[in-house]
């Protein structure tokens, strides 16, 4: 029976896979040492397993590209006999005839090829198909070449079922499985990021949710993704499954290897295509109608089409792969299909027993459609906005009654303030393509533009919506038509606001909020939209005064009680973040912290990304650095499913920021890049702040002050513009300006932001630190009065720990120049262990090349040697989960999988001589182990 290694051989062979290559940074690093150890005098062998397609060739070719000093020998048991084909290379390099065939010329020819001068390399791939006598031969060479220069590398597909019983390679099989000069290493599929690197070396500019896609529907199988990314720069754009149509090769390859199952076989491959998700292989067994699942899934085990999870309590069976699951559900007959959903249906649970009856049409059509719009109801109200919003989707789809479906459409468009945020925008659209124009129709239409970043069709589509709305209002005047009305006025505030017209924004909120009886989401929303136009030509605490007029804080306070459902969570967003904004840190961060916890914070879902990221940034300029690195995972996280573009920009941008001063500058440059690139996609102009800030953070700890200055050459200039993020870039420009020399502009913006507190709270720490730094940079009187003020001054509740940190260091630099030697070490001792009690690791480095200046070495440096070997990945990783992040959260927030998780902590581990995740925490923390 053929298995899947047909379509490595049809499509993507091995070989020409290795075109482009991404990953195995550990596998090449394994084979450089064992190359090395070589080159010593000592025969090393590699043997490189992995199933059909995994890459093991490419990685032969480039572990061989990049030790060009060994004269190399290639051979392939797939061709022939593999002592023939090495005997033959080494003949062809030594030019000589060649010899008859004899026993032993394989040893004689590499013998006499290491006799010409430097270490020999062997590369055999398809071991598992080498013959009798070559597998002797190779024994005996092993044996006979321990001390000799000779690197082996083999590629070997797994499992490995040798088709011969010969005693040679069983014997030559055990010996390629122990040994101090044998590495093993096995090949499993790309992580999401080596996902990325191969979309970029395909000529493709990928986004990161491209790279996540392709990874989902290949498994990161590395001959699919080939395949796919065959396909061009549409993968980019476009679906996977939307790539594949039935007659595609690698569709026909998947399909000639289904034919040749078994019947039962295909019956149960057939009834996993149709429950897509893992179930216990009884009940698949149950769905397909089959006696012996058992025994019917061993050659789909076989195959590599299933996997099975025996240790798991159900023992539950999946399709490998979804493109496998995809091209094998749409080679199904729509008969069969639809009668294997009427069974599943029976044994599904929650939305996906309706997905069954969906698709398997168990009743009639008005029936069904009513009761879906019941469950999504019952969704809704219990906070599941994405199943709500499906169940949804499906009621309009499952009644041929335009009356019915109008209504359905209806509804959704009453919730489509919570709805927003979901990511099932294809999904919606295809639907909402079947129905006339109407308001309902207009407004998701314009719902889902906007959040995609597609602002000017968002208000062309908002605009219709609104003619639309106006008729249909007139002529129902329900509760529904008055909610679609006020939510397209809603929708067309935030699009104005996203297109750089805040006093639009706010008249249509205003209008919002005289209208009675309205939704507690539309009004609460309204509230916070009011209150963010002013923010954005005012700023913040002017608008933090609007919203108490509208809201008053005792209201907001009251922790639901009085509240109406589904506006809490909304207005602590509104208030939290127009304080931190204001520089009313503590204040800010509580609300946050609350909304994130409230009841009905599901109403608020639209702005759960950005409310973590904003925490994560408050709790960095707070000084709790543990706590913000998991702010900011937690943000990156809620990025998944999510479908508002602009979200990214923000989140991206303040995980750059954290990462920055925690000494990731890889993570960070990655955050940035992708912050920026979604802020070209979806904008708003606005938005620049956020990379601006990263990019300005990141130059900030390097001590880059061009770069600072540059990256804040975004600021808008215009009258009332910039203000909004103002408490967060003005200090930064006003270090930049100083670093950079230019002191009367300096000078200039620090006066901007003392004097702003219309606008900002009043940060005493902050100021106070740029007014000491100006001064000794333009040798000013009364410099060392100013920082012994400035120092013994009481903390203030939102200052910033990290500013307090630079200005004890600044005093020790301006004692260092007037040569007080004894005083500097003092105050820049106080400046290191405030960085460390900060985790703020570069500031620690510049602060102890300051005092090893002066002669003195930090205590403890072998702990901070064993710090500083950490890689900027091990170092990334560690971070995360000293601050309680399980491996699953770490992969998904720095786009890894989880057995890249696991690999890097264990290095992490051996490097620190620790074995837990407390002593980790306790490590990074600066604090010693119990």
Known sequence: MSDLVDIVRDLVTERAASACFAGRKAELHEISVRAALARSGRRQVV??????????????????????????????????????????????????????????????????????????????????????????????????????????????????????????VGRFRQRLSAGKNVSRMILAELSVAETGELVSQAGASAPDEAAVRLHLYTGGHPALLSSLLGQGSAVVHTPPADLLGLFDPLVMSVLRVVSALPEPSRCLLAAMAVAREPWPLAVVGSVAKIADPFEALEPLLDAGLAQWFPAEPVAPVAIRYPLYRDAIYRSLPAARRTALHARAAGYATGTRAWAHRVAADLTTAPTLAAVLLQEAERYYLAGDNEQAGMLLIWSAASTSDPGAGDRYLARAASWGLRLRAVDWDRHLESCLMRYQPNASRAFLLGLLAEAAGRYAHARTLLADAGELARAERDARGDDDARAVSAGIELAMAMVQANLGQPAEEGRLADKVLAVPGLPAVHRSTAEYLAADARARTRGPLLALRVLARNVPDADIDAHGGGQPAGSESIRLWARGVLRLLGGQLRAGTDDLARMLRAEDRAAASPFEPAAHAYLGYAQYLLGDMKGSERAVAQAVLALAGHGIARSRVLVHGFAACVDAVAGRAAAAANHVQTARRWQAESGPADFAAFPALAIATMAQVSGDYQRMAAALGWLPRGQGQGVLHEAWWRPLQVEALIGAG????????????????????????????????LDAAAHGEGVKARFSAALAAP???????????????????????????????????????????????????????????????????????????????????????????????????????????????????????????RQLAARLGGESPA
């Open 742 to 773: 230019q002191l009367s502009a300096a000078r200039r913006a620090l006066g901007r932001l003392i004097s702003r507190t219309d606008v900002l709270a009043h940060q005493p720490m902050t100021v106070a630190w740029l007014e000491c730094r």
């Open 47 to 168: 043997v490189v397993e992995g199933g059909p397609g995994m890459g093991k060739t490419a990685l032969l070719d480039r572990a061989l590209d990049q030790h060009r000093d060994f004269r190399v020998l290639r051979g392939d048991c797939a061709l022939g006999s593999a002592g023939d084909q090495l005997a033959a290379g080494a003949r062809w390099a030594l030019r000589v005839e060649p010899s008859a065939r004899s026993p032993g010329r394989l040893l004689a020819a590499v013998r006499a090829l290491a006799a010409e001068g430097g270490p020999v390399a062997i590369a055999l791939d398809n071991v598992q198909r080498i013959d009798a006598e070559s597998a002797a031969e190779f024994s005996a060479l092993l044996r006979a070449m321990r001390g000799s220069a000779l690197l082996v590398l083999f590629g070997l597909r797994v499992p490995w079922q040798p088709a011969t019983g010969e005693p040679s």
């Open 795 to 917: 903390a203030a509740p939102d200052d910033i720990p990290l500013h307090r940190a630079r200005l004890a260091h600044d005093y020790g630099r301006f004692l260092m120049s007037a040569r007080n030697r004894r005083a500097a070490i003092g105050w820049l001792r106080r400046a290191a262990e405030l960085y460390g009690e900060l985790g703020a690791q570069p500031f620690s480095e510049r602060c102890a090349a300051d005092l090893e200046r002066c002669g003195v070495r930090l205590s403890g440096s072998s702990g901070l040697d064993a710090l500083a070997s950490l890689v900027p990945r091990e170092r990334a990783i560690a971070d995360l989960a000293a601050a309680g992040l399980t491996n699953a959260e770490i992969a998904g927030s720095l786009f890894v999988s989880a057995k890249t998780v696991e690999y890097h902590l264990a290095s992490v581990f051996a490097k620190l001589g620790i074995s837990s995740r």
